[in-house]
Nanobody, 130 residues
Framework: QVQLIESGGGLVQAGGSLRLSCAAS????????MGWFRQAPGKEREFVSA????????IYANSVKGRYTISRVNAENTLFLQMNSLKPEDTAVYYC???????????????????????WGQGTQVTVSS
């Protein structure tokens, strides 16, 4: 089992930046592939970004590519999402997610489907004003 706790959300003006953190409990964080998802009011949850358990590979949704950066510090059991040039349409609850089962053969695998993740955080609200 792993618990994920997001933080760093808040209210920011368009063009501003925020850095989200996701703190994970347990000793296996370094073997979990991780992802960020978001859900805006009245919309379905959508993929934002993901990183392999090795940290060597990352992917992004087209809507955030070039503006967001995902990273992880395994020694601190923490996942990050640096969000720059924020837009009002980025407003959503942001969730981090973890996928267990890391092994040598999938060290660079990344996952964009929410169904692929085993654990989810409670979410942190990001609101971007125009």
């Amino acid at each position: 089992q792993v618990q994920l706790i997001e933080s760093g959300g808040g209210l920011v003006q368009a063009g501003g930046s925020l850095r989200l953190s996701c703190a994970a409990s347990g000793r296996s964080f370094s073997t979990y592939a991780m992802g960020w998802f978001r859900q805006a009011p009245g919309k379905e949850r959508e993929f934002v970004s993901a990183i392999s358990w090795s940290g060597d590979r990352t992917i992004y949704a087209n809507s955030v590519k070039g503006r967001y950066t995902i990273s992880r510090v395994n020694a601190e059991n923490t996942l990050f999402l640096q969000m720059n040039s924020l837009k009002p349409e980025d407003t959503a609850v942001y969730y981090c997610a973890a996928k267990a089962g890391g092994a040598i053969w999938n060290r660079n695998s990344v996952y964009s489907g929410g169904y692929e993740y085993n654990y989810w955080g409670q979410g942190t609200q990001v609101t971007v004003s125009s």
